[in-house]
């Protein structure tokens, strides 16, 4: 009989893994909601956000955490300069433009990330890593914690920042509708440019977290990646609610299933989910019929 | 008939070009310019840190060689340079192959060295069975030249199989860690092993190991993981529930280091851990830092502990003098390598690939860096060398932050008697 307490352990690890499903997949649907863009180098550029944090944390020496915010925005930047070169070029002629160039992306970041850093092995040492909170029943780590608050705190200003502010309402309603909100006088590039670069910014943060608490190199995001887009079928298309819901539920089976039927079926039982989601409702948990 | 001569005319200068492009390394008097070697190595992708040690390694060798003019090839009378042509596998069974065709179609190796990770090795051997001479540096399962559906007899395995690490580590287990903590009861021990060849073929032989020898160890968990893991923490947790005595890792430096780190600092696994000797180089240290203190390591190339062969000193003040870093044990075994190729060449007298061949098979030459069961570089029926495998205890020095290993096996490289981590709980 499993104690309580390895269950309780299993659900804080299967919590901080979805943690990083959620800020890639609300990253990956903020930019496909928006421009209706697949955009298959997510990954990569989650972990161009790790070596942005890393790259900083080596030449400052500043608490990792606090550093995450530039990286973010050094990442946000460059996800503009992505949508304003590359995919604004495509965009509208052809899902197989976009395709390519996304999947050109891979590997044009993955060669520049080696050429830069090279394929050395790194890490970020956080100055909480040694450091746990006694529950009673279990002990976390602080960085376990300061990951599930960082991504609770992010997704709180990302939700305040649609619904509150006027950009936010434009970024919504360039998503229900290009359209309308031509018409009605939103400047639809730059909302492509924005929802592409909150997008990156958000696999930045991912990049971070997933860089503090493992050790990391240029092929890190390609896992994260393909996980980050089984997590936005399954939540839904375009569904930021569906992202969060999905991204924290496939983490936690992920970790019961390594836990009770062993590694090997952890990718599998991605796709096991993704199906059952798909056969009952095939527009995903939260996604809508079009 | 003007048709016909045309196209033969064509044929001809096809065959001439082709013929004079495979001659491009060959002076006018039919010397060769430069002997080809080539260095099959993960130079990019998941393993490419060991991939880059085997490359400075190589390098390192064959700049060595050619300071002395070459190699003398009785052939032509003169001493040749060696050229180190690269073959990338990108850590792929896929692109090692492609590699390794390369290597012998366009650059026409003579010897191929290297070849990383058991799964990428056994593919990329195929293109050169019973054609090129490969000595295989960096492969830990005896397949590779134990294999019979293709003709191995050009393969050399210079390098430890995974029989020959399972015995010292699990005779280890039993006769130093039992005494302390099991002496009444079996050892409790835990496998955590990535899900590919070489893990498969680690845990397979260690456990054909302790059931051929009735050993008084009991496997309480067998976890393995998927090769591009980074989250061990359930796995460690279902480990921690099992309450080992000693958990043995088998995986390369990224997922060993982070088994050791999170299977203390976040599960409160508290034991011994044992890796496997993919893991000596620089970047493993560096990655565990404190969370190495009093774990262990196997190995068979002890850069950071003692100078206990004559060549280890100018080895690693030539290596850190070119490349400003630690060597690795994978590019000790491929520096050997190099050697090795170059010294079967000048005693074959010839660059033909099969006379080459069979001077490997003869070699009976003074051990290198790699130290081996009578001291002599010699292969067995099996095209297999017979190495010295250490066992080594890592410890955290406060005052230069620095985490070094000190061998505590074999008796006769020992340097000082294991102790138990600080942090050790008994398992049970």
Redesign the interface.
């Known amino acids: 009989m499993?104690?309580i307490t390895?269950l309780l352990?299993?659900f804080i690890?299967?919590l901080t893994?979805g943690c990083i499903y959620v800020l890639m997949a609300v990253g990956l649907n903020m930019i496909f909601g928006v421009m209706k863009v697949v955009n298959f180098a997510h990954g990569e550029i989650m972990m161009l956000g790790a070596f942005a944090s890393f790259g900083l944390y080596y030449y400052t020496g500043l608490n990792p955490y606090f550093l995450m915010l530039f990286s973010m925005v050094i990442i946000g930047v460059f996800g503009v300069i992505i949508e304003r070169f590359g995919f604004r070029k495509v965009l509208g002629t052809g899902k197989l433009n976009e395709i390519f160039l996304s999947l050109g992306l891979i590997y044009i970041l993955q060669n520049a990330a080696?050429k830069l850093w090279?394929?050395?092995?790194r890490?970020i040492n956080s100055p909480y890593?040694?450091m746990t909170l006694d529950l009673g029943v279990l002990?976390i780590?602080y960085d376990?914690i300061i990951a599930i608050a960082f991504t609770a705190l992010i997704l709180i200003s990302l939700y305040l920042f649609l619904i509150r502010t006027d950009v936010g309402r434009a970024l919504r309603a360039t998503s229900q509708n290009h359209e309308a909100a031509m018409l009605m006088g939103v400047n639809v590039n730059h909302m492509y440019m924005l929802s592409f670069g909150i997008g990156s910014a958000l696999a930045a943060s991912a990049g971070t977290v997933?860089a503090i608490?493992?050790?990391?190199?240029p092929?890190?995001g390609?896992?994260p990646g393909i996980m980050a887009f089984t997590v936005i079928i399954i939540g839904g298309l375009g569904s930021i609610p569906g992202a969060i819901i999905a991204g924290l539920m496939l983490g936690l089976v992920q970790?019961?299933t390594?836990?009770y039927f062993?590694?090997?079926w952890?990718?599998a039982v991605a796709f096991v989910l993704l199906i059952i989601v798909l056969v009952i409702r095939p527009t995903g948990i939260f996604g809508e019929e079009h | 008939m003007k048709i016909i001569n045309a196209k033969l005319s064509i044929i001809a200068l096809i065959l001439l070009v082709l013929i004079t492009a495979g001659c491009t390394d060959t002076s006018e008097e039919g010397t060769p310019e430069y002997i080809n070697i080539g260095l099959v190595a993960p130079l990019s992708g998941g393993a490419s840190d060991v991939g880059n040690d085997m490359k400075q390694a190589a390098v390192l060798a064959v700049e060595e060689i050619n300071a002395d003019g070459g190699v003398y090839v009785k052939e032509y009378g003169v001493k040749i340079p060696l050229k180190l042509v690269e073959g990338d596998t990108q850590t792929s069974p896929t692109e090692g192959v492609t590699a390794v065709e390369r290597l012998i179609t366009s650059e026409n190796v003579v010897v191929l060295v290297g070849g990383f990770s058991s799964g990428v090795t056994l593919a990329n051997q195929v293109p050169a069975a019973g054609k090129v001479p490969y000595i295989i540096t960096g492969a830990s399962s005896s397949q590779v030249t134990r294999r019979t559906e293709i003709d191995t007899s050009y393969f050399f395995h210079y390098c430890s199989t995974t029989d020959d690490y399972s015995q010292p580590i699990l005779q280890f287990f039993v006769d130093e860690l039992k005494p302390m903590v099991a002496a009444d009861r079996d050892l409790k021990l835990a496998l955590i092993y990535r899900d590919d060849a070489y893990g498969k073929g680690v845990i397979e032989s260690s456990v054909a190991y302790i059931e051929d020898n009735s050993m008084p160890i009991e496997l309480v968990a067998k976890e393995k993981y998927p090769t591009d893991e980074t989250d061990f923490h359930t796995y460690l947790t279902k480990i921690a529930e099992a309450k080992p005595d000693a958990v043995y890792t088998v995986g390369f430096v990224k997922d060993t280091s982070s088994v050791y780190i999170q299977g203390q600092r976040d599960v409160g696994l508290n034991t011994l851990y044992m890796a496997v000797e993919c893991n000596e180089d620089p970047a493993f240290y560096e990655l565990l830092g404190e969370w190495g203190d009093g774990q262990l390591l196997e190995s068979k190339f002890a850069p950071y502990a003692a100078e206990y062969t004559e060549l280890m000193g100018p080895y690693k003040e030539a290596y850190l003098a070119k490349w400003d870093e630690m060597p690795g044990m994978m590019g000790a075994d491929t520096y050997d390598g190099i050697y090795l190729a170059a010294s079967a060449i000048e005693r074959a007298g010839s660059l033909d690939r099969t006379q080459v061949r069979d001077a490997i098979k003869q070699t009976n030459e003074q051990e290198m860096l790699i130290l081996l069961e009578g001291g002599n570089i010699t292969f067995d029926e099996y095209n297999e060398i017979s190495p010295i495998i250490f066992i080594e205890q890592m410890f955290w020095d406060e005052e230069t932050e620095e985490l070094k290993p000190v061998i505590i096996l074999p008796d006769s490289l020992k340097e000082q008697d294991f102790v138990l981590p600080d942090n050790y709980e008994i398992g049970g």
């Open positions: 499993t104690e390895t352990q299993i690890w299967g893994a080696v090279t394929d050395d092995i890490k890593s040694s002990n780590t376990r997933h608490l493992s050790p990391f190199n092929y890190m390609t896992i970790n019961f390594i836990f062993g590694g090997a952890k990718e």
